[in-house]
């Protein structure tokens, strides 16, 4: 039977909130045994603070309760720190240093150790204890100025947590190049993941664009006929990605005859007559249902997509052939999703429910060779 790629690699988890949750989330799945570590009676606040979330993002890890703060506490970590293989944290710069629970502390108790900090703005610059959301990130890697109306003010148009979920796959993809680096150097390392950082890398290409030719304003850089949301006459909508030219003349071959989008065939034309190109075709598409211009699209080879609302999205036949989505038996309408890469020769993990707050801390503490004695003695003084 197939086994997932990474495991036998244990994570001791003490991230908060999305970033660092689905970063060792895509890591579980993979097969890594991720051990959450939580502060006692609390525990993480994305718990209360978005359930469901907690719920999608905290699924097959494991969940221990641990007062860092405390003597014995730190004590229990450190004996963790003994078998895992990474430590990814989340708090702002500084924090761990003061709580003995840096990487050069924990790196002389196992020099194998790879410890992953997951920040906004990194642990170095004048930014570093700077409190931030996904949304100032967005701000200063310059993404924003990206997002809106083409000639408007930038503004945050999506509802996705982008920088979140950019940091989180950078996260996990770091933490597995640090562990094949281990496999040859036989050292662990430290890690350091910006947020801010991670969102600029996405604008090198604009950047790289807008220095090659200084005359690219920001509305031409974000807006091209043919690629954009249109409304249909049914009030659903339809997405279109006529970027490449052999698709916007396959795009025009759809028209009546004598169409006034027929006029706009060459390129510089196209480019010269943006707001016409895009009044006409809304105007065009709205004429008829969604159904029928994927029909005809389709029959084309034109780029065009539905939109899907949330409850579109999970019968979507692309999606279900693709076997993305598995009932949540805890939540119907509401199902796992399994990890979205198809591997031919390992496999991923089937989903398992997020853990109650400390539900395998005596199994943890257990394999790291605690007697059940000295857990109950731990439990009694609130380390564990």
């Given at each position: 039977?197939?086994?997932?790629?990474?495991?036998?690699?244990?994570?001791?988890?003490?991230?908060?909130?999305?970033?660092?949750?689905?970063?060792?989330?895509?890591?579980?799945?993979l097969g890594a045994d991720v051990v959450k570590v939580e502060q006692p009676v609390t525990g993480d606040y994305l718990r209360t603070l978005v359930p469901?979330?907690?719920?999608?993002?905290?699924?097959?890890?494991?969940?221990?309760?641990i007062d860092l703060k405390s003597g014995s506490g730190k004590d229990v970590f450190?004996?963790?720190?003994?078998?895992?293989?990474?430590?990814?944290?989340?708090?702002?710069?500084?924090?761990?240093?003061?709580?003995?629970?840096?990487?050069?502390?924990?790196?002389?108790?196992?020099p194998r150790l790879i410890v992953c900090s997951l920040s906004g703005f990194g642990q170095t610059g004048p930014y570093r204890n700077k409190s931030g959301h996904d949304l100032n990130y967005l701000g200063v890697a310059g993404a924003l100025s990206l997002m809106g109306?083409?000639?408007?003010?930038?503004?945050?148009?999506?509802?996705?947590?982008?920088?979140?979920?950019?940091?989180s796959m950078?996260?996990?993809?770091?933490?597995?190049?640090?562990?094949?680096?281990?496999?040859?150097?036989?050292?662990?390392?430290?890690?350091?993941?910006s947020m801010t950082d991670c969102m600029a890398s996405w604008m090198g290409r604009y950047l790289a664009e807008r220095v090659s030719d200084e005359s690219r304003t920001r509305e031409a850089m974000m807006s091209r006929p043919g690629y954009d949301v249109y409304q249909c006459s049914d009030g659903t909508y339809v997405t279109l990605g006529c970027v490449e030219d052999v698709f916007w003349q396959n795009l025009i071959s759809t028209l009546p005859v004598g169409h006034e989008l027929q006029n706009f065939r060459s390129p510089d034309s196209r480019d010269a007559?943006?707001?016409?190109?895009?009044?006409?075709l809304a105007n065009l598409i709205a004429q008829e249902s969604r159904d029928h211009w994927l029909d005809v699209?389709?029959?084309?080879?034109?780029?065009?997509?539905?939109?899907?609302m949330f409850e579109e999205m999970l019968g979507d036949p692309q999606l279900r052939a693709r076997a993305l989505f598995i009932?949540?038996?805890?939540?119907?309408?509401?199902p796992y999703q399994r990890f979205p890469v198809v591997f031919s020769d390992v496999s991923s993990r089937e989903p398992v429910r997020a853990p109650e707050l400390g539900a395998h801390t005596d199994e943890v503490l257990r394999e790291a060779g605690f007697e059940q004695s000295v857990i109950d003695e731990l439990r009694k003084e609130g380390a564990v």
């Open positions: 039977m197939n086994t997932a790629p990474l495991e036998g690699i244990r994570i001791l988890d003490l991230s908060r909130l999305t970033p660092g949750a689905y970063a060792t989330l895509l890591a579980a799945d469901a979330g907690f719920s999608y993002l905290c699924r097959n890890k494991r969940s221990v309760t450190y004996k963790l720190c003994e078998s895992a293989d990474v430590i990814l944290e989340s708090f702002r710069p500084g924090v761990c240093a003061r709580l003995g629970l840096d990487y050069e502390t924990v790196s002389h108790i196992n109306e083409p000639s408007g003010p930038p503004a945050h148009s999506t509802g996705i947590a982008v920088a979140d979920f950019n940091a950078f996260t996990v993809l770091s933490i597995v190049a640090a562990v094949l680096a281990r496999e040859r150097t036989g050292r662990g390392q430290y890690v350091d993941v007559n943006r707001e016409k190109i895009e009044e006409l699209f389709k029959a084309s080879d034109v780029p065009a997509a539905p939109v899907n009932e949540n038996p805890d939540e119907p309408g509401a």
